[in-house]
């Protein structure tokens, strides 16, 4: 299985500022069929299920606010928080789909400092 | 719009089976895979299993291969997931999720709002 770490655990942002959250897969995501990542990014607050965010590592799922934007290619992900918000807590999970046993990162806390 | 209401869950003894149940509306059912994905308490997201929509590929994780089955009704628009020989660390809250394509596993873009499954005796 293709293994995704995630970094930091955890992390404390201000409101209004940048959050960053690293995704790292144990091999190359990237397709030769059609050149796309198969790399995912979902939402999880308390409560509520998962809320799927970007999916071909950077294209936004409909309904997505424009602060959230994705980015990397290969083994190397990045999902971007330009300006957190109170609304914005919760647990940020990357997922790959390039092989047929699909594999979650273990997830990134963000927090307000 | 999309809705998915699952079903079924409890406390089950150890060595014991259950029968999640997924009932989907708002979407053409028939024309999406569907997925499985669990979270143990203080863990993170885990997929269990993927079923194409003409029901004829399944996929699972190995740490239910052999021991969990999913199957779906297309008449019924309904996602099932038989757990049998279940164990303490099966105790999760299962979710079932609507694949964005019908033929492989891929992004899973509605996901229902989770079914609490305690293994205990």
């Known amino acids: 299985d293709i293994v995704m770490t995630q970094s930091p655990d955890s992390l404390a942002v201000s409101l209004g500022e940048r959050a960053t959250i690293n995704c790292k897969s144990s091999?190359?995501?990237?397709?030769?069929?059609?050149?796309?990542?198969?790399l995912a990014w979902y939402q999880h607050k308390p409560g509520q299920p998962p809320k799927l965010l970007m999916y071909?590592?950077?294209t936004r799922e409909s309904g997505v606010p424009d602060r959230f934007s994705g980015s990397g290619s290969g083994t190397d992900f990045t999902l971007t928080i330009s300006s957190l918000q109170a609304e914005d807590v919760a647990v940020y999970y990357c997922q790959q789909h390039y092989t047929t046993s699909l594999t979650f990162g273990g997830g990134t806390k963000v927090e307000i400092k | 719009q999309v809705r998915l209401v699952g079903s079924g869950g409890g406390l089950v003894q150890p060595g014991g089976s259950l029968r999640l149940s997924c009932a989907a509306s708002g979407f053409t059912f028939s024309r999406y895979a569907m997925h499985w994905v669990r979270q143990a308490p203080g863990k993170g997201l885990e997929w269990v299993a993927f079923i194409r929509a003409d029901e004829n590929l399944k996929y699972y994780g190995d740490p239910v291969r052999g021991r969990f089955t999913i199957s779906r009704d297309n008449s019924k628009n309904t996602l099932y997931l038989q757990m049998n020989g279940l164990r303490g660390d099966d105790t999760a809250v299962y979710y079932c999720?609507?694949?964005?394509?019908?033929?492989?596993?891929?992004?899973?873009?509605?996901w229902g709002q989770g079914i609490l499954v305690t293994v205990s005796s």
């Open positions: 091999q190359s995501l990237l397709h030769n069929s059609n050149n796309k990542n198969f």
């Open positions: 071909w590592a950077s």
């Open positions: 999720a609507k694949d964005e394509g019908a033929d492989r596993p891929d992004y899973l873009d509605y």
